[in-house]
């Protein structure tokens, strides 16, 4: 039914990447100490400079082929340097969406000239991309996208708006699904995908703010502009299937269900060896979690790993497991929240010296946006019924 022509046999990481790991956590050691990082909760942080650091590493696109400029190892080892990242809060912003899911589609759908113009540049953190799917009135329903574009000599003309844009104000170009043909009644036919460069004539910018005044979210608006053919990502009137393998990608990794595991440790911590039952009883019980959500994750990433024995092909295949991680992990992070505020008689505060206390009233003031993130919980439900449904026939 689920994780049927799932690779659970990664019990153990492998000698290699083990090692990475301990490579990895030295070197966020080294920044931590240097007072390079500062962790924040909630949302990654976009430092540029950081992401110059872990691309010297051979961290970003590691999978990728080295003609364009990855390293070619395996996904397990990108696990691995994705869990590390996030374990610390690493600001991983200026590389996180090229990384994981911009460079694996212009992999299997780009031209060679997008591969060519975009990949080395993103290995070596020289550029950042964001996505353009999501849209005003439409939730995480992107089949009803509005963004037009229309067909003209040498190219197309593309227009509507675009939302939830992290960090459009930063990345060079983003990702934008759009109708390149009329609504025929399918709302999955006529999609497509196009890349647009974030300084071209007619695209604006506007911040979308917390309410603590940060400024993470976007919406970008798009008047007529001007994208030449070969910006086109794969077929055009394919973006439909196209996305979704983007999808399965951004939903299964452990991003998912460790946004906040620093909290975790600081609350595990503060409960240190006075903790009573109830407290010993709740910390077990998402300990137990982390490591199913972990399992699972793990799996997948070893499943898409041509290397170990995966097919990459399997992409879109494992979209309703990947909805399945990143619905339990939304809310396997809330409980997380919960269990800080229920076990811990502190005042969350963001400014506070206390680490503890600054990371709960980061993951506060951000837990409504895991549920709409990566697709909305009601969405994700969706298609884990419609594959349930279908088994039962």
């Given at each position: 039914?689920?994780?049927?022509?799932?690779?659970?046999?990664?019990?153990?990481?492998?000698?290699?990447?083990?090692?990475?790991?301990?490579?990895?956590?030295?070197?966020?050691?080294?920044?931590?100490?240097?007072?390079?990082?500062?962790?924040?909760?909630?949302?990654?942080?976009f430092d540029a400079e950081f992401t110059r650091k872990v691309a010297s590493r051979g961290w970003i696109g590691m999978t990728w082929p080295?003609?364009?400029?990855?390293?070619?190892?395996?996904?397990?080892?990108?696990?691995?340097?994705?869990?590390?990242?996030?374990?610390?809060?690493?600001?991983?912003?200026?590389?996180?969406?090229?990384?994981?899911?911009?460079?694996?589609?212009?992999?299997?759908?780009?031209?060679?000239?997008?591969?060519?113009?975009?990949?080395?540049?993103?290995?070596?953190?020289?550029?950042?991309?964001?996505?353009?799917?999501?849209?005003?009135?439409?939730?995480?329903?992107?089949?009803?996208?509005?963004?037009?574009?229309?067909?003209?000599?040498?190219?197309?003309?593309?227009?509507?708006?675009?939302?939830?844009?992290?960090?459009?104000?930063?990345?060079?170009?983003?990702?934008?699904?759009?109708?390149?043909?009329?609504?025929?009644?399918?709302?999955?036919?006529?999609?497509?995908?196009?890349?647009?460069?974030?300084?071209?004539?007619?695209?604006?910018?506007?911040?979308?703010?917390?309410?603590?005044?940060?400024?993470?979210?976007?919406?970008?608006?798009?008047?007529?502009?001007?994208?030449?053919?070969?910006?086109?990502?794969?077929?055009?009137?394919?973006?439909?299937?196209?996305?979704?393998?983007?999808?399965?990608?951004?939903?299964?990794?452990?991003?998912?269900?460790?946004?906040?595991?620093?909290?975790?440790?600081?609350?595990?911590?503060?409960?240190?060896?006075?903790?009573?039952?109830?407290?010993?009883?709740?910390?077990?019980?998402?300990?137990?979690?982390?490591?199913?959500?972990?399992?699972?994750?793990?799996?997948?990433?070893?499943?898409?790993?041509?290397?170990?024995?995966?097919?990459?092909?399997?992409?879109?295949?494992?979209?309703?497991?990947?909805?399945?991680?990143?619905?339990?992990?939304?809310?396997?992070?809330?409980?997380?929240?919960?269990?800080?505020?229920?076990?811990?008689?502190?005042?969350?505060?963001?400014?506070?010296?206390?680490?503890?206390?600054?990371?709960?009233?980061?993951?506060?003031?951000?837990?409504?946006?895991?549920?709409?993130?990566?697709?909305?919980?009601?969405?994700?439900?969706?298609?884990?019924?419609?594959?349930?449904?279908?088994?039962?026939?």
């Amino acid at each position: 039914m689920f994780f049927e022509n799932v690779d659970f046999s990664a019990l153990e990481l492998p000698a290699p990447a083990l090692k990475l790991r301990e490579e990895v956590r030295a070197f966020l050691r080294e920044e931590v100490a240097a007072g390079a990082l500062t962790p924040h909760l909630g949302h990654t942080e976009f430092d540029a400079e950081f992401t110059r650091k872990v691309a010297s590493r051979g961290w970003i696109g590691m999978t990728w082929p080295k003609r364009y400029g990855g390293q070619e190892r395996s996904y397990l080892d990108r696990f691995v340097v994705t869990e590390e990242m996030l374990a610390v809060a690493a600001p991983c912003a200026a590389h996180w969406v090229a990384d994981r899911q911009t460079g694996p589609s212009l992999l299997r759908y780009g031209s060679e000239h997008l591969k060519q113009k975009y990949l080395p540049a993103i290995a070596r953190g020289e550029c950042c991309f964001a996505l353009g799917m999501s849209e005003p009135n439409s939730g995480s329903d992107l089949a009803s996208v509005r963004t037009r574009a229309e067909r003209m000599p040498g190219g197309w003309r593309v227009t509507g708006q675009k939302v939830w844009t992290s960090w459009a104000h930063k990345a060079h170009a983003f990702f934008v699904l759009c109708r390149t043909a009329p609504d025929t009644g399918n709302r999955h036919e006529g999609l497509s995908q196009l890349i647009i460069e974030l300084d071209a004539p007619g695209v604006t910018v506007r911040p979308i703010r917390f309410m603590n005044g940060h400024h993470h979210f976007n919406e970008v608006f798009l008047d007529n502009v001007y994208v030449p053919d070969d910006m086109v990502v794969g077929e055009i009137g394919r973006g439909w299937k196209q996305v979704t393998s983007e999808l399965a990608l951004e939903r299964s990794g452990p991003e998912r269900y460790m946004t906040i595991f620093p909290l975790l440790v600081e609350l595990i911590r503060r409960l240190g060896q006075a903790a009573d039952v109830r407290a010993q009883e709740t910390v077990g019980r998402l300990t137990a979690r982390l490591w199913t959500l972990r399992r699972m994750a793990l799996a997948i990433a070893l499943t898409l790993d041509p290397g170990a024995g995966g097919d990459s092909r399997a992409t879109a295949d494992l979209a309703t497991e990947a909805a399945l991680v990143k619905d339990m992990g939304t809310f396997y992070e809330r409980e997380i929240i919960d269990a800080a505020r229920l076990l811990a008689a502190v005042e969350p505060t963001p400014e506070a010296t206390d680490t503890f206390e600054r990371y709960l009233a980061e993951t506060i003031v951000c837990s409504p946006v895991a549920t709409i993130r990566g697709g909305t919980t009601e969405v994700l439900r969706t298609l884990i019924a419609r594959r349930l449904l279908g088994s039962l026939k």
